[in-house]
C-alpha cells in the first residue's frame, strides 16, 4: 500500500515527476560516464597490455617503449641471455621505423616494425599469409588503402631519405604477402610488419643488431617483478617494465583525469541528490493538508516516513536506470571521439563499462535519493496535525 | 456498527475543564477555556456557535488530534495525553472516526481504496478489507462508484466515501467538522439524514456545525461562545 500510494503521488504530477527523473537521469549518466572515465583507461590500457600473453616489456634504459628513438644493441645476445631464465618462456623483439614509398609520386609514410613472426604480439592477421620471408611484409588496411596497394602487389619501401641527393636510402623490394591489424597503434596509422632482419637492414641496424623493445612472457605464475629485478641487474641496457609498472606509470600520467572524474562525479551525485529533495519537498509540500488528514485518521508516522522515501527512492531509481542508459550511449559517443585522438592506440576506451563500478555509481545514486527524501520525510512526519488542519480550512 | 470498548454506563468522551491556548504573534490565543462534557455511547451531538468560539478545537480536543494545555480528556476510558505518539495514532485509529468539511480523500486513491486505507493501515488482510469495503460503500449507497476517483465523484459523494472511509474500523466515536459545510442544501440533506441512520444504527457521532438543519437532527446541541460552553439542551433521549 506504501509503495503504491508513493508512485501514485508521483503519477499525480506526471510532468514534474518526468522532469525530475529525466534531471536525475542526466546526473546519472554523467556519474556513471566519470566511474567509467576514471577506471576505463588505465583498465583498457591494462587489457591491451596484457592481451598478447606479454608480461614485461624492456626498452633502452631510461625510456618507455617507443617512447624515443632509442635502439637497444645486440638483440641476439640479450636474447640468448633471457632465454637462460627458466620462467622466461618467449622473447619477442621488436623494432620500429618510419618507411616510405610512393604513389603517383606522392610520397606514402608508414610505421614498420620488424619482427619475429613466430612470437610477434604486435599484429593480428586478417587475410592473407605472415611475413615469414625477408622478402615479404604484412600490412595494415590503411597502408594498402594509402599506397593503393593489393595483397601480393611488390612494392619498394625505404627506410631513409637523403635531402642532398633527394634519393630514398635504405629500399628494399617487398611482396605483401598478407593483411594484419596492429594493436598497439592508433587509428588510421598506415602500418606494416616484417622479419626484424630486413628491416634492420634497410634501416642500417644490421650490423649492430638494434631493436626497439623486447616483449616478454613468463610462465605462468612465475613472480614478474622478481623477473623483472633480475633484468635490470643483470642487462643494463634495458629498463624491465612489467604490466603493474607500466599502468603504475599510467596511473601517475592518469591522476588528473581521475581528480576531474572525481569531482564532476560528485558534481552529478549532488545535483541528482538535489533535484530529488527538491521535487520531494514540493510533493510534501503540495500536500500538507492530505498527509495531517491521513495523520488525524491513524496513518502511522512511520508509514508517512516510508512514503515519502519510497517517492524519492523511486525517482532516483528510474533516473539511475534511464542513466545507465543514457550513460552507456554518451560513453560510446564519446568513446568514438576520444580514441581517434592522435597518437593512441585504437583498442585503447576511455570509457570501460565495468559492472562493478557502474553498479557502485548506480548505487550510490540511489542512496542519494533515499537520503534526499530524508528532509521532506522529517517534514512530514513532524506536521502538527491539529495546526495544519486549522491552516488548511483558514486557507 | 460499533463494537463495545468499555464497560457499562461510562461516558466514551469526558472531558475536565479542558483548556486550549495557541501562541498567536507573541499573544496567547484562549481557544477554548475550561470546558466539561460527557458524551455517552450512542449520543449524537452536535457543537454549534459562532464563528472562532472553539468548536473545532475542541473536537480536535476530543479527537486525540490535539493536546489540552490543561484539564483532561478521557476518551473510551483512555487519557490520550498519556500516550506515545505512536500509541495515540493506533487508537485514532482503531476508536475514532473522522469526517472534514473538505473531505479531504486522497486524489489519488479510487473510492474503494480511500475506505480501504484505514484498514490497510490497521493491518487487516485484504480479503477482509475487500468485504469491509463493500459493505461500506453498500452503506453509503455509493457500492457502484467503487472505482471512481474523488473527482469523478459529485461533493455528496465525496462526503460519503469519507464517511465510508471514517467507519471503516468500526470506530467508537465518530466525529465530523462541518461536514455539510461544502455541500448546497439538497446535498446536505442527504449527509443529515446518513447521519442520522449511523446514529441508530448505534454508532456515537459528535459533529461540529453551522449548519441548524443538521444541529436539529442531532439527539443534543452544545452550544459554544467565547470558548466555553454557553447551553447544553438535550432535544431527544437515547431509544
Redesign the interface.
Known amino acids: 500500500m506504501r509503495l503504491f500510494l508513493a508512485l501514485a503521488s508521483l503519477r499525480r504530477h506526471r510532468s514534474r515527476t518526468m522532469l525530475a527523473t529525466a534531471g536525475v537521469a542526466i546526473a546519472a549518466a554523467l556519474l556513471l560516464d566519470m566511474v567509467m572515465l576514471s577506471g576505463g583507461m588505465r583498465a583498457s590500457f591494462g587489457n591491451l597490455l596484457t592481451a598478447q600473453g606479454f608480461q614485461m616489456r624492456l626498452p633502452p634504459r631510461g625510456t618507455l617503449p617507443f617512447d624515443t628513438e632509442a635502439t637497444i644493441d645486440g638483440a641476439g645476445e640479450i636474447i640468448a641471455m633471457l632465454r637462460q631464465k627458466s620462467e622466461i618462456i618467449a622473447v619477442s623483439p621488436v623494432l620500429g621505423a618510419t618507411v616510405r614509398t610512393t604513389r603517383d609520386e606522392h610520397p606514402v609514410t608508414a610505421f614498420a616494425l620488424g619482427i619475429d613472426p613466430s612470437v610477434q604480439g604486435d599484429y593480428r592477421m586478417e587475410s592473407g599469409r605472415d611475413a615469414t620471408d625477408s622478402s615479404s611484409l604484412v600490412a595494415n588496411v590503411e597502408f594498402l588503402h594509402a599506397a593503393g596497394l593489393q595483397l601480393g602487389d611488390t612494392i619498394t619501401l625505404a627506410a631513409g631519405y637523403n635531402p642532398q641527393l633527394r634519393a630514398f636510402t635504405g629500399t628494399r623490394a617487398l611482396t605483401i604477402a598478407g593483411r594484419a591489424r596492429f594493436i598497439y597503434l592508433s587509428t588510421g596509422q598506415p602500418a606494416v610488419a616484417m622479419p626484424l632482419r630486413s628491416l634492420q637492414a634497410m634501416s642500417g641496424h644490421l650490423k649492430d643488431d638494434a631493436v626497439s623493445v623486447f616483449m616478454v612472457r613468463t610462465r605462468p605464475g612465475a613472480d614478474v617483478e622478481a623477473i623483472a629485478r633480475w633484468i635490470q641487474g643483470t642487462i643494463p641496457r634495458v629498463d624491465a617494465v612489467s604490466t603493474a609498472q607500466a599502468l603504475a606509470k599510467v596511473d601517475e600520467r592518469l591522476s588528473y583525469f581521475r581528480q576531474l572524474s572525481f569531482i564532476l562525479g560528485a558534481v552529478s551525485l549532488i545535483v541528482g541528490f538535489l533535484l530529488t529533495t527538491t521535487l520531494v519537498t514540493v510533493s510534501v509540500n503540495d500536500r500538507v493538508g492530505e498527509i495531517a488528514v491521513m495523520r488525524a485518521i491513524g496513518v502511522s508516522r512511520a508509514h508517512v516516513v516510508h512514503q515519502v522515501l519510497l517517492e524519492g527512492t523511486a525517482i532516483s531509481l528510474g533516473g539511475a536506470l534511464l542513466g545507465l542508459a543514457l550513460g552507456l550511449v554518451t560513453a560510446r559517443w564519446l568513446n568514438t571521439i576520444l580514441s581517434s585522438f592522435p597518437g593512441l592506440p585504437a583498442a585503447i576506451d576511455f570509457f570501460l563499462f565495468q559492472p562493478r563500478a557502474a553498479w557502485t555509481a548506480l548505487g550510490l545514486l540511489v542512496l542519494s535519493g533515499i537520503a534526499a527524501g530524508i528532509y521532506p520525510a522529517w517534514r512530514a512526519a513532524s506536521l502538527p496535525v491539529a495546526r495544519t488542519l486549522r491552516e488548511e480550512a483558514v486557507a | 456498527m460499533t463494537k463495545p470498548l468499555i464497560a457499562g454506563d461510562a461516558p466514551i468522551v469526558s472531558a475536565r475543564d479542558v483548556r486550549r491556548d495557541y501562541p498567536l504573534e507573541g499573544e496567547a490565543v484562549h481557544a477554548v477555556r475550561g470546558v466539561s462534557l460527557d458524551v455517552e455511547r450512542g449520543e449524537y451531538v452536535a457543537i454549534v456557535g459562532p464563528s472562532g468560539c472553539g468548536k473545532?478545537?475542541l473536537l480536535?480536543l476530543i479527537?486525540a488530534?490535539?493536546t489540552p494545555s490543561g484539564g483532561t480528556v478521557s476518551i473510551a476510558g483512555r487519557d490520550p495525553s498519556a500516550m506515545s505518539?505512536?500509541e495515540v495514532?493506533?487508537?485514532?485509529?482503531?476508536h475514532?472516526?473522522?469526517v472534514?468539511?473538505?473531505f479531504?480523500l486522497?486524489?489519488?486513491?479510487s473510492a474503494a481504496e480511500n475506505v480501504e486505507?484505514?484498514m490497510?493501515?490497521?493491518g487487516l488482510d485484504k480479503q477482509e478489507r475487500r468485504a469491509r469495503v463493500r459493505e461500506l460503500l453498500a452503506y453509503v449507497e455509493l457500492a457502484g462508484r467503487a472505482r471512481h476517483r474523488p473527482t469523478q465523484l459529485s461533493g455528496g459523494e465525496q462526503q460519503r466515501v469519507a464517511i465510508a472511509?471514517?467507519l471503516a474500523?468500526s470506530p467508537d466515536l465518530l466525529l465530523a467538522?462541518e461536514p455539510t459545510g461544502e455541500l448546497d442544501a439538497r446535498t446536505g440533506t442527504d449527509i443529515i439524514a446518513l447521519f442520522e441512520r449511523l446514529n441508530r444504527d448505534g454508532t456515537t457521532i459528535v459533529v461540529v456545525t453551522h449548519d441548524e438543519q443538521l444541529a436539529r437532527a442531532a439527539r443534543r446541541v452544545i452550544h459554544m461562545r467565547d470558548g466555553i460552553i454557553v447551553h447544553d439542551e438535550v432535544l431527544r433521549a437515547i431509544a
Not at chain 2, 495514532?89 to 482503531?94: A, D
Not at chain 2, 486522497?106 to 486513491?109: A, D, G, Q, R, V
Request: aromatic residues 12%.
Open positions: 473545532s478545537t480536535n479527537g488530534i490535539d505518539d505512536r495514532t493506533r487508537f485514532r485509529l482503531e475514532i472516526g473522522f472534514f468539511q473538505r479531504y486522497m486524489p489519488i486513491l486505507l484505514p490497510a493501515e490497521r472511509r471514517a474500523n467538522d
